[in-house]
């Protein structure tokens, strides 16, 4: 479902570009297809468990057992994905996320990221197990963006071709 906006990414990219995945789980699907394409990838994730299955399915990548908030590589990518991750944080800890974004990008790096599409907090049921998820408004994630230096790109509201994911593409422009 994801393959249309990766490629898109990859496209605005050099070859064998080096990307953050920030929440990457057991890197199925989103790193898998990144590593495929011949991009050297760096696994986020704070999950001890995702994080085993993902070394034990790409041993060749980096992975890094992180809290997202608090992630200081002292390292540039030329992108970021944090696809359905960052959306787990609550409202009060997703701005600081954005200089996170920041810090991790060359300049005129590529951002892309999912959201929500109004400014929530809940909690539902997936896969039979109960999830947080937060989201703030499309206007207060473009001030963010642009508060940061970024300029977006492409913003797809409920993408009916991506599972109805919310996506955000965005440069950092310093």
Known sequence: ???????????????????????CG???????YL??????????????????IAKANFPLT?????????????KKFDAIIAWHSFFHLPISDQPA????????????GILLFTSGTQHVEAW?????????HASLSPS???GLLKKRGFEVLKYTEQDPDCGGATVWMAKYVP
Do not use: W
């Not at 479902?1 to 929440?23: F, Q, V, Y």
């Open 140 to 142: 207060e994630y473009e």
């Open 35 to 52: 590593v495929s394409k011949n991009m050297t990838v760096t696994g986020v994730d704070a999950s001890n468990k995702m994080l085993d």
């Open 62 to 74: 980096e992975f890094i057992l992180q809290d997202m908030r608090l992630l200081d590589l002292n």
């Open 124 to 132: 539902s049921m997936n896969d039979g197990e109960n999830l947080f």
């Open 97 to 108: 996320i954005f200089q996170v974004f920041k810090q991790h990008l060359n300049p005129n």
């Open 1 to 23: 479902m994801e393959k249309s906006h990766l490629d898109e990414l990859l496209s605005r990219l050099p070859e064998c570009a080096n990307i953050l995945d920030l929440g």
């Open 26 to 32: 057991t890197g199925d699907p989103i790193l898998k």
